[in-house]
């Protein structure tokens, strides 16, 4: 069964970086769309960014554009949000998350979830 797991979270400094991974196994990763999700304290889950299957279509969030980037490494069944130039609005546990359409999962067709890393953004 398609399974993933997610590392990388930390504690960061107002305008460091981190690097999010989501490394999937069960089944190959280059048959599923994902997205990065987070959810604050408080607040409901948000999308964060997408990426189809190939990884030739990608989405972003208001609040990240030009501070986060979505990749994927089919070969190392391997998703990563690079995030730059955090801030503490940034903070949260971030989800991966896989489905079988890009445009489904980002209306809420999932079929796999991460469990979640926490970035927390503080001086």
């Known amino acids: 069964q398609l399974q993933l797991v997610e590392s990388g979270g930390g504690l960061v400094q107002p305008g460091g970086s981190l690097r999010l991974s989501c490394a999937a196994s069960?089944?190959?990763?280059?048959?599923?769309?994902i997205g990065w999700l987070r959810q604050a304290p408080g607040k409901e889950r948000e999308g964060v960014s997408y990426?189809?299957?190939?990884?030739?279509?990608?989405n972003y969030a208001d609040s990240v554009k030009g501070r986060f980037t979505i990749s994927r490494d089919n070969a190392k069944n391997t998703v990563y949000l690079q995030m730059h130039n955090l801030a503490p609005e940034d903070t949260g546990v971030y989800y991966c998350?896989?489905?079988?359409?890009?445009?489904?999962?980002?209306?809420?067709?999932?079929?796999?979830w991460g469990q979640g890393t926490l970035v927390t953004v503080s001086s």
């Open positions: 998350a896989a489905g079988a359409s890009y445009y489904g999962l980002r209306v809420g067709a999932v079929d796999a």
């Open positions: 069960g089944i190959a990763l280059n048959k599923y769309a």
């Open positions: 990426i189809n299957h190939d990884g030739d279509l990608t």
